[in-house]
């Protein structure tokens, strides 16, 4: 894969800051060394491509990510964001890209074990276009309320979505959030309004309460809910996280309701073995590092740091459990 930007040794005239500002316009960004060029770290351009909206938690992680991938790879790293429809954007040209070891995809089940059961004609093949790198965490959802809303509880939330299902909405930004409300709504007998979003908008109508309530990532509620003063009700996992004793699950209420994601590396299929091998040696090392072991911790994630037959086998396992989540909460693909 050809570099996203011209070496600096070729364009002089252009310093790092007219590149950096070249790859903020195109939706990327550059992770290097503090005190390094380009042409100083040299090599070809990296890229980590990431299907997710800019300033959304995988966005964040990407970014610390890819600062010290570039120093264990001794290389520049390219963020490059390519959100919208539900991840399959991005997916797609990470799946259409040369496998030949200068790109890696950011995924989650998303867009891989869970977009066959969401959309009837995705433009790559989930379980024959990647192979894996690394399956690095498992995570959860959670239920997120406004504070007066804190004392409520999961039955008190369902009371009163039966009482008035209309003026009860609730939205999510993930085929996770999704599944979990479509088992929500079987499980207390009603349906009521659902909103999918793609941006951090879903938090901005929670706190203008034009949502009730929503679903998102539990690494989301404790950074952005937490300062905003907005109260995590639930979670979607089967128990409670060991890091959050006092938090309950769904499932404690309405047995059934549980579902969890996990998020990894992927390369397109048909790049050579070593390759994949060297990718996940720099990947696994940067996965060890204390700043990401603690990030991890602090959101709530179970980490796995799978290596790549680990991962391949872990993902080929999670497609009929996809399946049979999509079946149980009544989702058909559209």
Not at 73 to 83: A, D, I
Not at 133 to 162: N, Q, Y
Not at 303 to 310: G, I, K
């Amino acid at each position: 894969m050809k570099p996203l930007v011209p070496a600096e040794d070729k364009l002089p005239e252009m310093n790092r800051r007219k590149v950096m500002g070249w790859m903020a316009a195109a939706g990327t960004s550059m992770a290097l060394l503090p005190g390094t060029s380009l042409a100083q770290m040299g090599g070809e351009v990296f890229t980590l491509l990431v299907p997710f909206a800019p300033g959304s938690p995988p966005d964040v992680f990407s970014r610390l990510f890819a600062e010290k991938l570039s120093k264990r790879m001794g290389r520049p790293v390219v963020v490059s964001l390519k959100p919208g429809a539900s991840t399959t954007i991005g997916t797609t040209l990470a799946a259409r890209s040369k496998p030949d070891g200068q790109m890696m995809l950011y995924a989650t089940n998303s867009s891989i074990t869970a977009a066959p059961g969401l959309f009837k004609k995705l433009q790559y093949d989930p379980e024959k276009d990647f192979s894996a790198v690394t399956v690095m965490l498992e995570s959860v959802f959670c239920i997120l309320v406004r504070p007066e809303d804190a004392r409520l509880g999961v039955e008190g939330l369902a009371k009163r979505i039966r009482a008035n299902p209309p003026d009860n909405g609730m939205g999510g930004g993930s085929t996770t959030a999704e599944v979990a409300h479509r088992l929500f709504e079987k499980a207390i007998g009603v349906s009521y309004p659902y909103a999918r979003y793609n941006s951090n908008s879903l938090y901005t109508d929670l706190m203008g309460k034009v949502l009730h309530a929503a679903w998102c990532p539990m690494s989301t509620a404790l950074n952005f809910g937490q300062k905003n003063n907005l109260h995590i009700m639930a979670i979607t996992g089967a128990k409670r996280l060991p890091q959050f004793p006092n938090i309950p699950t769904i499932a404690e209420t309405f047995p059934g309701v549980a579902v969890d994601s996990w998020s990894g590396f992927f390369v397109p299929s048909g790049t050579p073995r070593p390759l994949v091998d060297k990718l996940w040696e720099d990947v696994h090392a940067v996965l060890l590092d204390p700043e990401i072991v603690e990030r991890g911790k602090s959101e709530g994630n179970r980490a796995l740091n799978l290596n790549p037959q680990q991962s391949d086998e872990y993902v080929k396992k999670d497609f009929p459990k996809w399946r049979a989540l999509f079946k149980s909460a009544n989702i058909e693909p559209a």
